[in-house]
């Protein structure tokens, strides 16, 4: 089956610091990528919708110039949390599509910002 | 807009008992319907999904559910629950193709009493 992987898979860093998170398909190419986030005890909601080759799209009330995704190839899309703080901690998850299949879901990444 | 309802935020039955999780859809049309199993820190795993044809789906480690149009619901059901079944359930829909986003239900919190 399609995998999807994740990294880091945990990740703490200091108020004002970025972080990068990876997200890559392993045996797959995905012409686009998904990104959540997950508050504890609550349920995903999308963050953006990452295409190879193009900007990705932000859903509304999302910040772009904070969390910049790059989608660079057909199996690497990467989530970049920049001048992370407190509030910005979180369970990020992204998952991978084939055109016209389902997503296929990374394994998340658990961001703790101190 | 679509959206998706988990009326029951926790769940607890014994092993051995039988489990029915809920769901109930809003959409113009009739979406692909999914559930998604999330253990404690992991990403989602998929169990089972719909997208036409006999409305009653199996899925993996024992699930099934029932795409009922008249009542826009898209039911979880197990026989017989293991202990191993304590997890969270999300159910999520999209809007016609199945790579589209997905938008989650609230999720529901499955405890197993031994």
């Known amino acids: 089956g399609a995998v999807v992987s994740q990294h880091p898979s945990w990740v703490i860093c200091k108020s004002g610091t970025s972080v990068k998170i990876e997200c890559r398909s392993l045996d797959f190419q995905a012409t686009t990528m998904f990104w959540y986030r997950q508050f504890p005890k609550q349920s995903l909601m999308l963050m953006a919708t990452?295409?190879?080759?193009?900007?990705?799209?932000?859903e509304q009330g999302v910040e772009k110039d904070k969390f910049l995704i790059n989608h660079a190839s057909l199996t690497l899309s990467t989530l970049t949390v920049t001048s992370a703080h407190p509030e910005d901690s979180s369970f990020y998850i992204c998952?991978?599509?084939?055109?016209?299949?389902?997503?296929?879901f990374g394994p998340g990444t658990r961001l703790t910002v101190l | 807009a679509q959206s998706v309802t988990q009326p029951d935020i926790h769940i607890t039955v014994s092993e051995g008992a039988s489990l029915e999780l809920r769901c109930n859809y809003s959409?113009?049309?009739?979406?692909?319907l999914f559930w998604y199993v999330q253990s404690p820190g992991q990403g989602l795993q998929l169990l089972l999904k719909y997208f036409s044809g006999d409305t009653l789906v199996q899925g993996i480690k024992g699930f099934e559910a029932e795409f009922k149009r008249s009542q826009s619901s898209f039911n979880l059901r197990k026989p017989s629950v293991h202990w191993s079944d304590a997890a969270e359930y999300f159910c999520?829909?999209?809007?016609?193709?199945?790579?589209?986003?997905?938008?989650f239900g609230g999720g529901t919190r499955l405890m197993v009493k031994p």
């Open positions: 959409y113009g049309a009739t979406p692909y």
């Open positions: 999520a829909v999209s809007p016609g193709n199945a790579g589209n986003m997905l938008t």
């Open positions: 998952s991978a599509r084939v055109v016209a299949l389902e997503q296929f």
């Open positions: 990452s295409n190879e080759g193009s900007k990705a799209t932000y």
